[in-house]
């Protein structure tokens, strides 16, 4: 790829005048003298652009190769797609599974919390049960 300057007209005919085509440019110059400068640069630019050489060729392409061509993309596309659709129902089916296992260990920290309170409950009873009987030896 042939170094351009930055310029507005440059950047707008980058690709015509790298690309696969045929370009005509015109340059416009001025014979006033106040306008020398710009048309000395116009005429570099437009020297420079002489100096490029491309390749144009046809963008021919037979109807049925390109029938081919984007049916085969359309089989890709298509077969990209059942691919996301079993990993998605993949993922969906191990997230359930998950939850599910998350539910029942919810669940179990439920029940053994209840299962530590009526056991802390019962242990204050059996405190104070020892408690009274011994002020009751005591006595």
Known sequence: LPVFRESKLTLLLKD???GNSR???MACV????????ESVSTLDFA?????IKTNA????QDKRELIETLSQEKQQVQAQLEEEL???ALLQRELEREMEESRKNQELVQKMEDEKLAIEGQLKQLETQANDARLREKR
């Open 47 to 51: 020297a420079r652009c002489k100096l």
């Open 23 to 25: 370009t005509v440019l």
């Open 57 to 60: 060729k046809k963008n021919e």
């Open 30 to 37: 001025s014979p006033s003298r106040t306008n020398l400068e």
């Open 86 to 88: 079993q990993q998605r």
């Open 16 to 18: 015509a005048l790298s």
